[in-house]
């Protein structure tokens, strides 16, 4: 059985050497570059020939990976983010299953983040369990950005993560969040949602709690408290974005209101007439 690991790029100079590091063992590396502006394609050449390109879609992956699919050659695929790595644990696991793969030809892998300099060991964030290994033809891809993979037949679980190293800093954090939140409420927009302020308000913090409290994300220090009002933060922001675009719908359609010149023409002389009397009092004014 071979594997082909297909990355997709986006401007990832400053990752894409560790990425392709951790995958130099399978038979086959794919990359689909969104025509990067850097030193990325320029980078990954050193490990693959195999390089296609594929149009910018907000610079998100999902879109292009049934393209990346179509490109591979190997009956097995891994899915690897430039941000992404392949500890040796993982990598032993996976050569393992596709030689004996039994009857599941789909796998989830854990993904542990490095969040704000640190390893995220609690709350929702150590929980992601991404689809990451299937054979040819068992898996695609609708075309949304964070859209979730359609599997078929029954799903694995991995016991080794592999390695996340996208959220840097809190300030990358935000930036990324404010586009994806754009995405997603304007998704929800053309699918005819709406959004209750209350409810989102209370969700909101319901979401807090539940990952602060209930996944213990108050056992990783301040990164776990930060790391809960973020997601709280995550899940408000869509739906406030939501509910502009039909506040902005709505007003937009609203009747403007008739204007009365005849009023309008009296309160501008009336504003010019004193005005004028103004200046006159001002100008003979008596001297001290």
Known sequence: MSISIIVHTLNEEHNIRACLETAKWADEIVIVDMYSDDKTVEIAREFTES????ERADGFAEPARNFGLSKAQSDWIYIL???ERIPPELQAEIIETIKNPGDTFVYRVLMRDYMFGKWVEHGLWNQQWQIRLFKKGYVSWPPKVHATPEAVGPIGYFKNPFFHYSQVTISRFIVKMNTYT??????????????????????????FFKDYFYRQGFRDGGHGFILSVLWAIYYFVP???LWELHYKAAKDTLTPPRINYRKAIASARTHRWRS??????AEHRPKP
């Not at 390089?51 to 594929?54: E, L, M, Q, S, T």
């Not at 754009?182 to 979401?207: C, H, V």
Request: proline share 0%.
């Open 51 to 54: 390089i296609y390109f594929y």
């Open 81 to 83: 983010d430039a941000d």
């Open 182 to 207: 754009d995405i997603m409420a304007r998704e929800w927009y053309e699918q005819g949602k709406k959004a209750n302020l209350l409810k989102t308000f209370a969700g909101s913090i319901i979401a």
């Open 239 to 241: 739906r406030v974005k």
């Open 276 to 281: 004028n009397v103004s200046k006159f009092l």
